[in-house]
């Protein structure tokens, strides 16, 4: 395929069985050269992200179906973010008595139908995600009132908001795929539980409900984990929480194969959005492209870097 792709900058994959669980940015080129140390073999490396912008697609069709969708969003605002959840982490007693919990009946973590937002609550906290948000909003331009945290990140507050508004949303929380929890039956993101649980609210976000929602974003940003695995054990990738951001509006997201560092995150969605803000036409696969050859440059492993995927349109905004 070298010569296939020798005068392409931008490959647009639609992968399917295993492969949908690969991000292609970790594929190299040529072979490994001797270093010294890790990092630099890591800046060696001939990573195909050196050289290729990449962008996913679920489906072939979906391409067509993308591009039919002249221009870009008409949203009047440009971020509205939401993350770092009111969580407290698992029972301090139950650490120091060194019980590690396991995974109970349905009922545990279900009652009703509706999550136990006890269980939710348990999950650990995840403060560095206020300092990405508000970083990101602050290269936007993002009203203070746009970025929603703590006790603001919640189902209702969501479910009230005037998506449509907004070009690019983000969440940076918890992403759960099928089973994380106890009787969890789809993809899920994880905001600030109620005290009382009722169907407009019980602290998770699931993708029945984000498609349900109407978005105009040129993107959707999920920094969280596993954000682009499928609807249970054994689904393919890109068939659960992205896909229902699509079917809710999003042209492109941003999605995760697997826990991110947290410090990761901000660098590359904050590099990112530096980028388009500098450079509108410079599309968005190749802004995150950029994104990731500066951490590669500083020596960072693909743990660090390579989880991330753009799913969707990734050419020039206007294309």
Not at 214 to 233: F, I, M, P, R
Not at 297 to 309: E, I, L, Q, S, T
């Amino acid at each position: 395929m070298a010569g296939v792709l020798a005068d392409k900058k931008h490959l647009i994959v639609v992968p399917t069985g295993a492969l949908t669980s690969l991000p292609f940015q970790v594929l190299v080129t040529a072979p490994p050269q001797a270093a010294a140390t890790t990092a630099e073999a890591m800046r060696r490396a001939r990573w195909l992200i050196s050289t290729h912008a990449i962008s996913v697609l679920p489906s072939v069709p979906s391409l067509g179906a993308l591009r039919k969708v002249t221009g870009g969003s008409a949203a009047g605002r440009p971020f509205f973010g939401m993350g770092d959840p009111v969580l407290q982490g698992p029972d301090p007693a139950d650490k120091q008595r060194g019980i590690k919990r396991r995974a109970g009946p349905p009922s545990r973590y279900y009652r009703n139908g509706l999550a136990d937002t006890r269980a939710v609550r348990e999950l650990q906290p995840l403060p560095d995600t206020a300092d990405e948000l508000l970083a990101i909003g602050k290269v936007l331009g993002a009203k203070k009132e746009d970025i929603n945290l703590r006790e603001a990140a919640s189902e209702a507050r969501l479910k009230a908001a005037p998506l449509t508004s907004y070009r690019v949303i983000q969440f940076a929380t918890h992403g759960l795929v099928a089973g994380d929890l106890s009787g969890l039956a789809e993809p899920a993101l994880v905001l600030t539980p109620p005290e009382v649980p009722s169907e407009l609210d019980d602290g998770l976000l699931t993708a029945s409900e984000i498609a349900a929602l109407k978005l105009d974003a040129d993107w959707v940003v999920l920094s969280a984990c596993n954000t682009a695995a499928g609807e249970g054990e054994g689904a393919e990738a890109l068939s659960g929480l992205a896909r229902a951001f699509f079917y809710a509006g999003a042209r492109t997201l941003l999605v995760s194969h697997w826990a991110v560092y947290s410090t990761a995150a901000t660098e590359l969605t904050t590099g990112t959005f530096s980028r388009i803000a500098k450079s509108p036409r410079i599309g968005r696969a190749e802004a995150f492209r950029q994104s990731m050859l500066r951490l590669i440059a500083d020596g960072k492993p693909p743990a660090y870097w390579a989880p991330f995927v753009v799913v969707g349109e990734g050419a020039p905004l206007g294309k």
